[in-house]
């Protein structure tokens, strides 16, 4: 019996078909293998890099302030404030410590510009506590760094 030249034909073409498609899908298969081993690998930084240790939150109580408030409607009122700072760490509690008649001098400017009724209220003191840390924040010279002040806490409030 003679074979089918049709069908001779045919069985070459189908099986070189099938090897390019199964080549295809080993090149994708291998590519995102390889996309997803460098993904999961690679490092976030140097190798040697050391990974910054969270710092515990310190506290620095700052003395109580008094302070002429802007006049309204013809009343001079007063203000008597007492906060702490939380800084980032005991490095920044001696910065603060270091630099303490500037942080007073920043924050009498900050206090002595405000008037009763800003402070008023408790929407008031957060804007107030947010002023007080960017005041904080400032660099205390010329190309140091920002101070890593986070909260405000008052512990005392007196509007009079």
């Known amino acids: ?5 049709k069908a001779e034909a045919a069985a070459p073409k189908s099986s070189k078909k099938k090897m390019i498609v199964i080549a ?4 994708v298969v291998l590519g ?3 996309s997803a081993a460098w993904y999961f690998t690679k490092s976030s930084g140097p190798a040697t890099a050391e ?15 008094t302070v002429n408030l802007q006049p309204e409607n013809g009343a001079e009122q007063y203000l008597q404030i007492q906060f702490t700072l939380e800084v980032a760490g005991l490095e920044q509690v001696e910065v603060i410590k270091t630099n303490m008649a500037r942080v007073r001098s920043r924050v009498l400017l900050l ?4 008037k009763a009724s800003e402070l008023s209220t408790v929407e008031g003191k957060n804007v107030l506590s947010k002023e007080i840390i960017g005041a904080v924040k400032q660099p205390f ?7 890593e002040v986070t909260d405000v806490l008052f512990t005392s409030f007196i509007i009079q």
């Open 24 to 27: 295809m899908i080993a090149v």
């Open 141 to 147: 010279s010329t190309g140091a760094p920002v101070q």
């Open 32 to 34: 995102i293998s390889g």
């Open 111 to 114: 206090l002595s510009a405000k």
């Open 51 to 65: 990974v910054k240790k969270a710092v515990k939150p310190e506290f620095v109580v700052i003395e109580a302030f």
């Open 1 to 5: 019996m003679k074979a089918d030249p």
